[in-house]
């Protein structure tokens, strides 16, 4: 499921969660986040209903950038049971993250 939420919230939904997750960071005005965000909408999200997925619009977002070092979007994060286990930044490997999934799923 698609969520999109914001700074005082992901930390929270991150600490919390008992499954994995994935934490998309974007920025506002960012076309390669865009287009990474449509392919995330029109395959991960389709392949994995039970995966939750929360965008994160990291230009208003100072305090998460800083704690898990985000430099450059898009940067998409891994996280299960509130540990990271995997990152992508600026390009995404859409077959190593489908790879890591399909551990998860199948």
Do not use: W
């Amino acid at each position: 499921m698609i969520h999109y939420t914001d700074d005082n919230k992901i930390q929270n939904i991150i600490d919390n969660n008992e499954k994995l997750i994935i934490v998309f960071g974007k920025g506002e005005n960012c076309g390669v986040c865009h287009a990474v965000e449509d392919r995330v909408n029109r395959t991960i999200a389709l392949q994995y209903p039970d995966l939750d997925i929360f965008y994160l619009t990291i230009d208003n977002s100072p305090t998460f950038r800083g704690q898990h070092l985000i430099f450059t979007v898009p940067t998409l994060l891994v996280f299960d049971r509130n540990k990271e286990i995997h990152r992508e930044s600026r390009i995404i490997d859409f077959s190593r993250l489908e790879r890591l999934l399909s551990l998860y799923f199948d």
